[in-house]
Every structure is written in structure tokens, then in C-alpha cells.
């Protein structure tokens, strides 16, 4: 199986290199230090499995098993940790892979031959037992999208972000010099945004409040906001009733 280790401290990946070098059955095709590096590569190395440390530096564990999830469905993710009572109480509760800090090598052979005897319904069982247990986990701040854009991954700043348009079902996020893809649906990235400058304005539309240049009334009090597009010239996005009174209490009009 093709593994990728994922553990912002060197050592650590060392030790558990070396430990499945003994177990057998896994070929480690990379390695990353950080969320950082690890996501925009994941893609073209499809793993398997992926060992993933919980408490990393930057982008933490759990906040990268949510990315992995939706872009790599279906690799298998195994948690290394030194201790994390809540993780651990939800991985438990689902029955989620996960290993302790300093690594038994008994322990990791347990959970190798367990994945290895795995048939295709028991892999997609453990799957969603993964989502279960994420969904149990606190949500941890980031401000950060991973993003798809010219057959690679990216990720992009919160105020990096001009405006969100979904479009035949389709999620594109405008920058001021890029035009990226998502993958979800456009009332998961209004949930994940909530408390950011970016704001979901229309049903079709999330808007970073901050790049609006101007506000045009338009009939039976409803507005249309100007902002910068990619490659130059304005993007005009309407805003709904609905929407309105908040729209304008944010931007100071009223």
C-alpha cells in the first residue's frame, strides 16, 4: 500500500519510518513536515494511507484530515498523537486508526494487519467512521481554503479572497490575479467563513467586505456592490433583500 507520512517533527517520522520498514506491506512514497507542504502534493502521490500527526505546528491534524476528506475520499488516515483526551475519546467512540506517541511496534502491526485484511465495504465503513469522529472535534480557527487551480492545490488566505460565486453547481473563488476551484458546496464555505470579513450576500455570492469599491441602489431597496475581478475591470454582485439591512450596518451606510 502506498503510505504518506505527515509529522512536523523529524524524529518522529523517522521512528515510524523505520517501524514500518519492519511491519512490511507499506511503501512510503512521501514524507511532509507540515499541512503546508502536504496538501498541494497530496493529490499526485495517491496514498493509500496516511499517517498523520494530530498536534502540528501551523495547520493542525485534525483541521488537515477535514481537507484530506474532501480531496482525497478515499485514502484511509491513521492519527499518530502524544495525547489528545478529546481525540482520542471520539477516535475511540468511532473506531477511527489511531497510534500513540512513542510508537509500539506491536500496536502499529495491529493496525497494519488490520487495514491490510480490510475488504473494500470494511474500507468505506472505516471512512465514514473517520467523518464521524471529525465531526465530534472542535473546529479549530483557520483562515485558510485549500483550492484547486491548474491541476494543483493552493492555499489561499482568507484575505486573499475577492468574492465566492457558485455557478451550475460549480464553486469558484475570484482572487485579485487567480481564479481557483472548490470543492463543496457554497453553504459549508458560509459556516466555515462565519466571522470573516467574507459574507455571504445572495444566495449565489460570498463577498469579502473588504475589496468593495463602490454600492449601487438598485429598485425596491435593493443593493449591487462593485469589487475588483480578475485580470482587471469591476465585478458588480447583487445583494439580496434578505441581506440588505446587515450589508449595510457592516459597510457603515446606515
Known sequence: MKVILV???????????????QVGGME?????????????????FAPEVIFLDIQMRGINGIETARMVRKILPEALIVFATAYDEYALEAFEIHAVGY??????????????????GLRHEEWQEQLSHVDAALQGLPVQPLKKLALEGKGSLHLVDYGQISYIHIDNGQVRVFLQDAIYNYHGSLTDLEERLH????????????????????????????YWLKLPKPGGGMQEIPVSKAKVKNVKIILGLD
Open 99 to 116: 497510534i500513540l506517541k512513542p510508537f509500539d511496534e506491536e500496536k502499529l502491526r495491529e493496525t497494519i494487519d488490520f487495514i491490510k
Open 7 to 21: 509529522d512536523d517533527e523529524e524524529p518522529a517520522r523517522d521512528e515510524l519510518r523505520y517501524l514500518l520498514s
Open 28 to 44: 512510503i512514497v512521501a514524507e511532509f513536515g507540515s499541512a503546508e507542504t502536504f496538501l498541494p502534493a497530496c493529490r499526485k
Open 195 to 222: 466571522g470573516s470579513k467574507l459574507y455571504r450576500v445572495h444566495r449565489s455570492f460570498i463577498v469579502n467586505l473588504e475589496y468593495v469599491k463602490e454600492v449601487l441602489p438598485w429598485f425596491k431597496g435593493t
